[in-house]
């Protein structure tokens, strides 16, 4: 493997790890906005703080556009699918397809960038 699709498999897993972060920053949120206590707030904060952090770093090897959306994308799908697990948000067939639709959005745009 060459040194730039080394680099340019790094920005994904940056990517991946920002997603990662978001979720857990979305799942303090809604902890914190329920009972704040000082761990709930570190989840929320660091977790938001961290996927930025992670997300700049993917730009170097990602277009900016493509990282932000897939980042956004999977964020969003993930946040609301932990949300119906953890915390009994409603589960239809229209949000569950919905997460679906992100989810393909965001693969075509891994597959085609």
């Given amino acids: 493997m ?7 498999n790094m920005g ?16 303090g949120l809604n902890m914190f906005s ?8 570190i989840l929320f904060v660091g977790g938001f703080a961290l996927s ?13 556009s ?17 949300n119906m697990i953890l915390f009994k948000e409603p589960k239809n067939m229209i949000r ?3 997460l679906l639709l992100i989810v393909i959005g965001v693969v075509g745009l891994k597959l085609f960038a």
């Fill in 96 to 98: 569950i397809l919905s």
């Fill in 34 to 41: 329920k009972k704040k206590q000082i761990t709930t707030g």
């Fill in 52 to 64: 930025f952090l992670f997300l700049y770093a993917s730009f170097s090897s990602v277009q900016v």
């Fill in 66 to 82: 493509v990282a932000y959306t897939v980042w956004i994308g999977l964020g969003t799908a993930g946040s609301v699918l932990f």
């Fill in 2 to 8: 060459s040194r730039k699709e080394k680099r340019y």
């Fill in 12 to 27: 994904w897993f940056f990517v991946l790890l920002a997603s990662a972060c978001e979720i857990g920053g979305t799942i």
